[in-house]
């Protein structure tokens, strides 16, 4: 069921992307009086799903969902329509209209991409305001799996700030290292600042390791609730003990009772705990996996969140902000693609990728986000000055602007099918990435 869920969030953010990107093309054309022949929600290959015929333009819907498209009359695109272009140019064509206007109708999807996101933000900030853990609420210090114990972090430790740069949500630590190519983390352990280099093609293994745990938030062990079969339960624990030390062992925090525990695999140990403000001991099976069937209590019970609501006023420049911010940010993602210590690239996913980053719940919070995050990253994409993207049209338009002279209608018809050829090598290079991974996990 969770998988469907996935699917269906993912297929409904793409169709609504893909709805509103194709709408910019099919507003600015109509604006300049440019026939479109076929608006497609993804695309038809041999047969269509749905279509009917309203005027001079086609609407349908395709049967496979890897975007869509709108044919615009006169234009070389992937439809590669060459007997279109053999005809005299009509004035209702692409190509009889000035550069300009051609010029906005190929940016219009862009245009109108970035605008869905910060509408989407907008609405957002108005309707849930904004909800985060300030990095200085994590007042226990972190806990770090192997890799980042390898990078210099230690359990324990409070991160203070990312190349000397403070980082208020303790969230975007981690993308603010791997995006910024950070060098150093400061930290506070144990009362003396300590400067903490981040090793040579780290960011690297950062970007591959895909464990939630790599930089957690540490917190005191109090029992939330116990599984089935608990042997802890049956030894006498009970919900809400604060749990101090196994035998002699202290252990304040949920990590070092974790940790401790893997000791006694098998045995019988002695668990102290505080109820009430008593200090009571209790004698507990550990099972040979080293677990005793304890669920802590929530951690968020133990930190102050920051919470901030947004009139429609407020709303609408903080939401325009971010949504600025998240362009920035996924501009910086793409310059790790090239970097050579990073290597971003060998991390690429398809639509594997993209479709597992959705909640396996219908959260409509998480899913606007992503929405809105896509609507960004395809906007972004679609400028990259690659012919058969919006963005190659666009550099060819602006040679012809520049230099006052147009390419031919035969070196437009060979870039669009190079286009072509390379985003396709680049579907099949993502999405192979996303199968290679899916066989090495098993």
């Keep these: 069921m969770e998988i469907?869920?996935?699917i269906s969030l993912f297929l409904l953010s793409l169709s609504i992307l893909v709805i509103f990107h194709e709408l910019g093309h099919f507003i600015a054309a109509k604006i300049f009086k440019t026939r479109v022949e076929k608006f497609y929600l993804f695309f038809n290959p041999w047969f269509e799903l749905f279509k009917f015929k309203i005027k001079d333009t086609e609407y349908g819907i395709g049967w496979?969902?890897?975007?869509?498209?709108?044919k615009i009359s006169g234009m070389i695109d992937e439809s590669m329509d060459k007997e279109q272009m053999k005809q005299p140019p009509k004035p209702y064509e692409f190509r009889s209209k000035p550069a300009w206007q051609r010029l906005i109708i190929m940016l219009g999807g862009v245009l109108v991409n970035i605008l869905l996101a910060i509408v989407i933000y907008i609405v957002m900030l108005y309707s849930w305001g904004e909800q985060y853990l300030p990095t200085a609420e994590v007042k226990y210090g972190i806990t770090v799996d192997s890799l980042a114990y390898e990078m210099?972090?230690?359990n324990g430790d409070y991160i203070l700030s990312i190349d000397n740069k403070e980082v208020e949500d303790f969230h975007k630590?981690?993308?603010?290292?791997?995006?910024d190519e950070a060098k150093t983390i400061q930290v506070s352990r144990d009362g003396q600042m300590k400067d903490i280099k981040i090793p040579s093609g780290f960011l690297n293994k950062l970007i591959h390791h895909?464990?939630?745990?790599?930089i957690g938030i540490?917190?005191?062990f109090v029992v939330g609730d116990f599984t089935k079969n608990s042997s802890a339960k049956e030894a006498g624990l009970q919900i809400n003990d604060k749990i101090i030390a196994i035998n002699d062992t202290q252990v304040n925090f949920f990590d070092e009772f974790r940790d401790e525990i893997q000791h006694f695999k098998g045995q019988n140990v002695n668990i102290s705990v505080i109820r009430n403000g008593d200090t009571l001991s209790n004698t507990v099976a550990v099972s040979p996996e080293g677990i005793v069937g304890i669920y802590p209590q929530n951690p968020s019970e133990y930190f102050n969140l920051k919470e901030k609501s947004y009139s429609l006023i407020q709303a609408i420049p903080a939401g325009t902000a971010k949504a600025f911010d998240e362009v920035a940010n996924y501009l910086k993602q793409l310059r790790l693609l090239f970097s050579k210590e990073v290597k971003a690239y060998e991390s690429v996913g398809g639509f594997i990728t993209i479709g597992s980053i959705f909640p396996s719940t219908w959260n409509w919070r998480a899913f606007w986000?992503?929405?809105a995050f896509l609507s960004i990253m395809l906007a972004i994409l679609n400028l990259l000055p690659i012919p058969a993207l919006d963005g190659g049209h666009v550099m060819f338009l602006l040679y012809e602007i520049i230099?006052?002279?147009?390419?031919?209608?035969?070196?437009?018809?060979y870039a669009q099918i190079v286009g072509m050829l390379f985003l396709f090598g680049l579907l099949i290079f993502a999405n192979g990435n996303d199968i290679l991974r899916l066989i090495g996990s098993k």
Excluded at 210 to 214: N, V
Excluded at 403 to 413: G, I, M, N, Q, Y
């Design 210 to 214: 895909r464990s939630p745990d790599l």
């Design 64 to 70: 496979l969902p890897l975007g869509g498209y709108v």
């Design 173 to 179: 630590i981690l993308p603010t290292i791997i995006i």
């Design 403 to 413: 230099v006052r002279r147009k390419p031919s209608d035969k070196f437009l018809e």
């Design 4 to 6: 469907v869920t996935k």
């Design 152 to 154: 210099g972090l230690r």
């Design 369 to 371: 986000s992503l929405t």
């Design 218 to 220: 540490r917190f005191p």
